[in-house]
């Protein structure tokens, strides 16, 4: 996964990791330093073998149950499961105890809190605004509720009009305005590449939304990522 595979970055893991996926773009260098086995739905499960791993890092949102239980035959495989701030923490020090870094993840955690208290602070006074999360398009989909972009919606005193229709419910465009009606549409960068026609197409089906294009990795990215996320929200909102 790559935000996890980062993560094993920042803490100092570079010599350990031995695989990644064709999605783990940073460091950029793990590209020609490191073997590709495949993505996160479907992975060379012979070239995992041949590679003799220790553990693999897998997550519950990105990998199926079917894969976890190929991977078990191969190695001991730890899976994670992050959908708030505090999964985040608590992954980070998870990953300290298991590769013997607790230095490094406790080093992180506090820069990462400190940063926490620094947005909250920031945050505090802004306007709750409605917002749509568009992660797909044929069909239309949307983060709604029990995921990590949710969580981070809700730290922004953004409201996710479709939190409660399920975890990344397929939405029809002409029910939006009885759905909520959001003031802002945000089409992430990933997983599905978002086009100009595409804004105009969703936003005409709101009475008064501003659409705007966001960077995927910083709303659903977890790990090291959320640092460099802090400050990606301040900018974002001075723009809004």
Same mark, same amino acid.
């Given at each position: 996964?790559? &935000? $996890?595979?980062? !993560? !094993?970055?920042?803490l100092g893991l570079e010599d350990k990791i031995i695989g990644i996926t064709k999605f783990c773009v940073h460091p950029y260098h793990f590209k020609s330093t490191k073997k590709s086995v495949g993505g996160t739905k479907k992975v060379h499960f012979e070239k995992i073998r041949l590679l003799q791993p220790d553990i693999i890092i897998c997550n519950k949102e990105e990998n199926t149950l079917e894969m976890v239980e190929q991977l078990r035959k191969i190695c001991p495989v730890w899976v994670t499961n992050i959908?708030?701030? +505090?999964? #985040? =923490? $608590?992954?980070i020090t998870d990953f300290g105890q298991l590769f013997n870094c607790r230095t490094? &993840? $406790?080093k992180w955690n506090d820069k990462l809190a400190f940063a926490l208290t620094d947005f909250k602070n920031y945050i505090k006074d802004k306007e709750i605004k409605k917002v749509a999360y568009f992660i797909w398009k044929k069909p239309f989909m949307v983060a709604g509720s029990d995921n990590f972009i949710n969580e981070l919606l809700k !730290? #922004? @005193?953004f409201e996710n009009i479709y939190q409660n229709k399920g975890r990344y419910p397929e939405i029809e465009l002409k029910k939006m305005r009885l +759905? %909520?009606?959001?003031d802002l549409v945000f089409l992430s960068s990933e997983p599905y590449p978002f086009a100009e026609e595409d804004a105009f197409e969703i936003g005409r089906h709101t009475h008064h939304a501003k659409t705007v294009f966001v960077d995927g990795e910083m709303f659903s990215w977890? %790990? &090291?990522?959320l640092l460099k996320a =802090?400050?990606? =929200?301040?900018?974002? @909102?001075?723009?809004l």
């Open positions: 996964v790559p &935000s $996890q595979t980062e !993560l !094993l970055y920042d959908a708030t701030i +505090e999964d #985040n =923490f $608590q992954m490094e &993840s $406790q !730290l #922004n @005193h +759905e %909520g009606d959001p977890y %790990g &090291s990522r =802090f400050d990606y =929200f301040k900018k974002m @909102h001075e723009k």
